[in-house]
């Protein structure tokens, strides 16, 4: 029990031992998903499916927690799984090498208690949330640009996205922005603990709010939706 025993009394030896049953998918590998990947499978969540279509280049090495000067041209996914083996060997980690989308999206995300947005581009996004409300899955959004970051849990049937997306662009203001390194670490870490409080079923979650992160001034505000 020695790897979690600083879980204990964030939870209960009850809730601590249900991680490892639980199936969580994380599509997106890069900037907040290797982050997320990471701490989720320090939690002790079983069951990690990973999802990305890319491989690493030198852009990524300022922010993605995954990427290092050995690994570039390698799987996003798959390096993923590797690393997970070595930090925590008793997660199984399903490396899913290819593009999630509208086809292939309801047999992917099938099977699993929740679902983690870290994709980078607004049309996916659109897309992950309908599939989700189709096979009935909750999933946790988070998004970044420069010094800012914004996070929301979305239940099926809550259409969160479709508010803050209204203009649907298929690009978000990263591209202009940029992304340095501690806004990935920062939100996926708000996703990982929103994730964790649907899966245990305990704690007030993000639904039909956005909490929005000002980490230039150090202003974060809450927006309801309702």
């Keep these: 029990m020695g790897r979690y025993d600083r879980n204990m009394n964030t939870l209960s030896k009850e809730e601590n031992d249900r991680l490892r049953e639980f199936k969580v998918c994380v599509v997106g590998c890069g900037g907040i998903g290797g982050y997320i990947i990471e701490m989720l499978g320090r939690l002790g969540i079983g069951y990690i499916t990973a999802i990305d279509k890319d491989v690493f280049e030198d852009s990524n090495l300022n922010r993605q927690i995954l990427s290092n000067s050995e690994v570039l041209g390698k799987s996003k996914a798959l390096v993923a799984k590797e690393r997970m083996a ?8 399903n490396a899913i090498v290819g ?6 999206g309801e047999k992917l995300l099938r099977g699993h208690d929740l679902v983690i947005d870290a994709l980078d581009n607004i049309e996916t996004r659109l897309i992950l949330q309908d599939i989700c409300e189709r096979v009935n899955i909750p999933f946790v959004h988070g998004a970044i640009a420069g010094w800012y970051g914004q996070v929301t849990t979305v239940f099926p ?15 978000g ?3 202009e922005l940029g992304n340095p390194s501690f806004t990935p670490a920062l939100i996926a870490s708000i996703q990982v603990s929103e994730a964790l409080k649907v899966l245990i079923g305990r704690g007030d979650v993000l639904r039909k709010e956005i909490l929005y992160i000002d980490t230039f001034s150090q202003e974060y505000h809450k927006v309801s939706i309702k």
């Design 86 to 93: 070595i930090v925590n060997p008793d997660v199984y980690v």
């Design 99 to 104: 593009e999630f989308n509208f086809e292939n």
């Design 157 to 171: 049937g809550d259409r969160t996205l479709d508010f803050i997306y209204r203009k649907k662009v298929s690009k």
């Design 173 to 175: 203001i990263e591209k």
